[in-house]
């Protein structure tokens, strides 16, 4: 066992008051951190090993009670040593929502979801949360150019369409800085989210989040990378995200008529940069198993430029070229 593997099983026996069961991996997500599940009690918690030079332990547990003080259903610390980045945190459970999400449920469990970001949102932003500014958002279209087109696929510079993306990525930045800021977890998605018995859903690794456009979160459940629905009960769940949104003066009824551009816009622009993020998971970590995620990522922004003529440009470059090549390096 390693020297930190030796210190994290000292902290855990510290804190538990006897030596530490057999660890069991209750996770494995593209980050650094580590999760194991153990038996405590008369039931089970989690171990967390987040290196602090690699994870913001300190953001994690801010939000944890931030989230926890509002009504959400989110893991409360047990313990916690952010010099060494160890936390014993409350367990939801093994149901992730994407093991579970089915035609039948779908409306119950996207009700229950949509009614939680709501919660968030109205409830203010805690204090302290980055800006979601425009330097922002461009670092994180730089992604797609940097590991997909760049990366992945070596596109040369000619065929990327670079006169043609500055443009759209404008565009795309202004939409989202138009839009009222709500406090965004970032990674509202159905892996991410717990099916539980009470208070669901139990919601997961928030803590990147941010003040930033207020359709963010939204889009990220609803045209997730990891599951995908028929467009008519993706826009039937996102008006039903708006009626909640103006009941609770989120939004405004001035916003209404710019709701569904802003929702589409932002989906591309979160599709280009996890389209980014997974090809930087195969090239850098080793990880390739995330580009089987591509297709339905980017058939996304193929879908909305065909609704928005400003996008047409990007979707063809999408359709024509990356995708194409994207098919020559998914995992057999």
Known sequence: MSDRGELFRAWLRARLGREPPALSAASADASFRRYWRLRHGEGTVIAVDAPPDREDNVAFVRLARAFDAIGLNVPQI??????HGFLLVADLGERHYLDHLQAANADRL?????????????AGPPTGLPLYDEPFLRRELGIFDEWL??????LPRAAQGRPMLEPTY????ESALAQPRVCVHRDFHSRNLMLTETANPGILD????VLGPVTYDLVSLLRDCYIDWPEARVRAWAEAYLSLALQRGILREGHVADFADWFDLMGVQRHLKAAGIFARLALRDGRPDYLRHLPRTLGYVSQVGA????????????SRRVLPGVAAHLPA
């Open 110 to 122: 996207y009700g229950d979801a949509i009614g939680a970001l709501i919660a968030l949102q109205a």
């Open 206 to 209: 928030f803590q990147d989040a």
């Open 149 to 154: 087109l760049d990366g992945l696929l070596a």
């Open 307 to 318: 609704r928005h003529p400003a996008l047409a440009p990007l979707a063809e470059l999408v």
């Open 170 to 173: 404008d565009l795309l930045v």
């Open 78 to 83: 047990l313990a916690e040593d952010l010099e």
